[in-house]
């Protein structure tokens, strides 16, 4: 069964602009959600999907948003990129039942300059 | 008080010791919990879940539950060099969807 996949693997933008990263989950999971590393703050719930509405948030502005296809593919967009937002972004997919296992994609590296 | 804490470390052993990885929670209502390998430069793999009080082994790993105690341990015996990461707990919140929250990890560095 294939993995958890993420694109793109690295990004570099600059501040003020956007940006949209991509996460397609393992195949019959329904549920997808997301995470921001960073050395300081560990890993931090950004929010997850399910079943292409969003079930639960994070302590993030709204600057930072998602959404889910009918294919349990989702996309994270950030809006007006500050340099604070250099992180790892992570995608974790699950069931979304049971157990809540996730399985987490490679992640995208985030550079703002 | 975090929702989830762990010793942030870095915790050293020698090689083919036991690592004894600790973790704490707060929310009564959690009913799964998981621990997670990192290495350096990676994402987090999943490598324990455990949802019951007791121990449950898979090989050199053996995750512990007291939900008495809100308390969930990893250890890992014969430990190898190849083990040295950070390992991350985690904690499912049933009245919030499943969601996961992960404590700030701790570094294990295993020494030949």
């Known amino acids: 069964k294939a993995g958890v996949t993420q694109t793109p693997r690295y990004l570099i933008k600059t501040r003020g602009q956007q940006v949209t990263l991509s996460c397609s989950p393992i195949?019959?999971?329904?549920?997808v959600s997301w995470y921001q590393q960073t050395p300081g703050q560990g890993l931090q719930f950004l929010f997850e999907y399910f079943s292409e509405t969003q079930r639960n948030k994070g302590n993030f502005p709204g600057r930072f948003s998602g959404r889910q296809f009918s294919n349990s593919r989702s996309e994270m967009n950030v809006s007006t990129l500050e340099l604070g937002d250099s992180a790892l972004y992570l995608c974790?997919?699950?069931?979304?039942?049971?157990?809540?296992?996730?399985?987490f994609g490679p992640g995208t590296r985030l550079t703002v300059t | 008080q975090k929702e989830v804490e762990q010793n942030s470390g870095p915790l050293s052993v020698p090689e083919g010791a036991i690592a004894s990885l600790n973790c704490t929670y707060s929310d009564r209502g959690s009913q799964s919990f998981f621990w997670y390998r990192q290495y350096s430069g990676k994402s987090p793999e999943l490598i324990m879940s455990i949802y019951s009080n007791g121990d449950k082994e898979d090989g050199r790993f053996t995750a512990q539950l007291n939900k008495a105690s809100q308390y969930v341990s990893l250890l890992i015996r014969d430990s190898q060099p190849s083990d040295s990461a950070t390992y991350l707990c985690a904690v499912a919140l049933y009245n919030q969807g499943g969601k996961l929250i992960f404590g700030q990890g701790t570094e294990l560095s295993v020494k030949p």
């Open positions: 195949s019959g999971h329904r549920s």
């Open positions: 974790a997919s699950s069931s979304g039942t049971a157990s809540y296992e996730q399985y």
